[in-house]
T-cell receptor, first 113, second 110 residues
Framework: KAGVTQTPRYLIKTRGQQVTLSCSPI?????VSWYQQTPGQGLQFLFE???????NKGNFPGRFSGRQFSNSRSEMNVSTLELGDSALYLC????????????FGSGTRLTVV | GEDVEQSLFLSVREGDSSVINCTYT??????LYWYKQEPGAGLQLLTY?????DMKQDQRLTVLLNKKDKHLSLRIADTQTGDSAIYFC??????????FGTGTQLKVEL
């Protein structure tokens, strides 16, 4: 069974640009969550999607958005990038919300210069 | 709001037991988790415990939960150099999200 796949693994962007990150959950998993990991703030919840609906959102500005497709794949978008957006972005999937055993992908390392 | 705290560092000798501690504030937590992160990698789920349990054992891992004190611990028996990593505890209460601790960096010395 393939794990959670995140693409790309590494990304370098310039301030002011926008970026789209992709996450393919484990087959059969319909819940996808996104987290941001930085040395200063640690792991912070961004949002969760289930059945193409955003069910919960963390405390991030509106520049951070996401969506989920009918095949459960998810994308997150960050517009008008700032230096502070440099982070490891992690995606996690589970069969359904609050199901134990969220499985994480390897993450996308975003560097904003 | 939810808050999860861990000590930052732990150093042990190979073959000894490691105990990583965590405290949390959300009494509505349903599951509590331990994740492992190696350099440059994502998070690997090690084990979890349901909030109505006191203890869970899984091979070299033992999780203890003191719900009254909101204290969670992870014991790794016979710690090996391959166990060197950052360990995160996390709780899931309401809202379908995980709240993570700051992470404990475990260093295993020969």
């Amino acid at each position: 069974k393939a794990g959670v796949t995140q693409t790309p693994r590494y990304l370098i962007k310039t301030r002011g640009q926008q970026v789209t990150l992709s996450c393919s959950p484990i087959s059969g998993h319909r819940s996808v969550s996104w987290y941001q990991q930085t040395p200063g703030q640690g792991l912070q919840f961004l949002f969760e999607y289930f059945s193409e609906t955003q069910r919960n959102k963390g405390n991030f500005p509106g520049r951070f958005s996401g969506r989920q497709f009918s095949n459960s794949r998810s994308e997150m978008n960050v517009s008008t990038l700032e230096l502070g957006d440099s982070a490891l972005y992690l995606c996690a999937s589970s069969p359904k919300p609050s199901e134990y055993g969220y499985t994480f992908g390897s993450g996308t390392r975003l560097t904003v210069v | 709001g939810e808050d999860v705290e861990q000590s930052l560092f732990l150093s042990v000798r190979e073959g000894d037991s490691s105990v990583i501690n965590c405290t949390y504030t959300d009494s509505s937590s349903t599951y509590l988790y331990w994740y492992k992160q190696e350099p440059g990698a994502g998070l690997q789920l090690l084990t979890y415990i349901f909030s109505n349990m006191d203890m869970k054992q899984d091979q070299r891992l033992t999780v203890l939960l003191n719900k009254k004190d909101k204290h969670l611990s992870l014991r790794i028996a016979d710690t090996q150099t391959g166990d060197s990593a950052i360990y995160f505890c996390a709780e899931s209460g309401g809202g379908n999200k995980l709240t993570f601790g700051t992470g404990t960096q475990l260093k295993v010395e020969l």
